[in-house]
């Protein structure tokens, strides 16, 4: 069983920058066939995926309004992904959660921004920013 726990949210001022973190449980897992989806939710509204990673061929995906700002990486050492967000705006406020599922990286190109193919979730955590 794969569990996500993630980590590193806060509030911060317009411009700056916070680093995510969202670790697995199972370290000795293979999760090299793993699609990883960063989600954002606000009160009202759907999560919206942000951000997404191929964990076997290092692909990542972005949309279009984080492009250029957040960056997404692994550590396979300590089976950790990383979603480093910078030049921080007060739109990118929401709760992020991590979500993993085990894609193809055709699949995980064509679906990372979707909640539903993703069947495990972290906890979430919030980010705030502010003017």
């Given amino acids: 069983q794969v569990e996500l726990v993630e980590s590193g949210g806060g509030s911060v001022q317009v411009g ?6 969202c670790a697995a449980s199972n370290p ?13 939710q606000t009160p009202g509204k759907e999560r919206e995926g942000v951000a997404g990673f191929h964990i076997g061929n290092g692909s990542a995906y972005y949309t279009d ?8 990486s692994a550590d396979s050492a300590t089976k950790t992904l990383f979603l480093q967000m910078n030049n921080l705006k007060t739109e ?3 709760m992020y959660y991590c979500a993993a599922n085990s894609r193809t990286r055709h699949a995980c190109a ?11 979730w972290g906890q979430g955590t919030q980010v705030t920013v502010s003017s």
């Fill in 110 to 120: 064509n679906s990372w921004y979707r909640s539903g193919a993703f069947d495990r």
């Fill in 28 to 40: 000795s897992h293979d999760y090299s066939t793993y699609c990883i989806g960063w989600f954002r």
């Fill in 65 to 72: 309004s984080v492009k250029g700002r957040f960056t997404v």
């Fill in 92 to 94: 990118d406020t929401g």
């Fill in 16 to 21: 700056g920058s916070l680093r995510l973190s």
